[in-house]
């Protein structure tokens, strides 16, 4: 039997694959467990510098499995609560990690795929992809965390837009609504991600951690505060053998040549 995920690291860049195609990827209990385990991994990895979430198969991922919930209904508020809750693990992980995180998209973008996507630094998506909150549509509230993501990427209106009607919409509109940075030729998906992994994982990962976090923060600190933590953030970045090479570089009119420390 195959893993339902997968982990896998090419320099300094982790790449986590969800591995269910034959149901467009949809969560059960061993894939969350599993997908848990690797963001938490590839988290606290200072060798890795990026990291890549993508899907096997026809889609990204399609949203938990409604199979596995019908399946059953009886005890399905002790499983969900179960569940979301390694769900979220996950998604904290992704999102105190000290380096930036790539979501790479196509087909199906559904429910918790939707959340996942989100939890994301940054995001390139196929053309073909198609994408939908879902939930709504078997009568559930979200999770993964799309309520705190989705009114900070796309506004209070339009999210809830997105999550009570829970319609379905292209990556075109998603790149207008800010859910996603790039779209790409569904050939190109596979280059264009490896590149700028590549560019993500040569840069200061230092001064990328300090900046995520320092963005992370900021919805809940006055302006004085995040004056002050900025402040502190980059003194922290002058300590960084990257910071002196930066500066260096600039001077003698050349590129720089980052190491992540």
């Known amino acids: 039997m195959s893993e339902t995920l997968l982990y896998s690291v090419a320099g300094s860049v982790a790449t986590i694959t969800l591995n269910r195609p034959q149901v467009m990827n949809a969560l059960d209990a061993g894939m969350i467990a599993r997908l848990r385990a690797v963001c938490e991994q590839a988290c606290d990895d200072a060798a890795m510098r990026a990291i890549v979430l993508r899907g096997n198969g026809p889609a990204f991922l399609a949203g938990g499995d409604v199979a596995l919930f019908h399946a059953n209904l009886p005890r399905l508020p002790e499983m969900v609560g179960k569940l979301a809750g390694e769900l ?7 999102r105190r990690a000290p380096k930036p995180v790539l979501a790479s998209v196509h087909g199906a973008v559904a429910g918790a795929g939707v ?6 630094d940054l995001a390139i998506a ?12 078997i009568a559930a509230s979200p999770d993964g965390g799309s ?24 990556a075109a509109t998603a790149l207008a ?9 569904s050939a190109e998906l596979a280059t264009e991600t490896a590149k700028i992994a590549q560019r993500l994982a040569s840069g ?18 006055p302006l004085d505060v995040q004056l002050a933590v900025e402040a502190q953030a980059f003194a922290r970045c002058a300590r960084t053998a990257d910071l002196t090479e930066g500066v260096t570089a600039f001077v003698e009119k050349r590129a720089p040549s980052f190491t992540g420390k």
Do not use: C
């Open 88 to 94: 979220h693990h996950a998604i904290v992980a992704l």
């Open 115 to 120: 959340s996942l996507l989100a939890a994301a």
């Open 126 to 137: 196929a053309t073909d992809t198609k994408f939908t909150l879902a939930y709504s549509r």
């Open 147 to 170: 309520t705190w993501f989705l009114p900070r990427l796309v506004g209070y209106r339009k999210a809830l837009e997105l999550m009570l009607l829970s319609d379905t919409f292209d």
């Open 177 to 185: 609504l800010g859910l996603v940075n790039w779209v790409v030729a």
């Open 204 to 221: 200061p990962t230092v001064a990328f951690g300090e900046t995520k976090a320092l963005v992370n923060q900021s919805f809940e600190r």
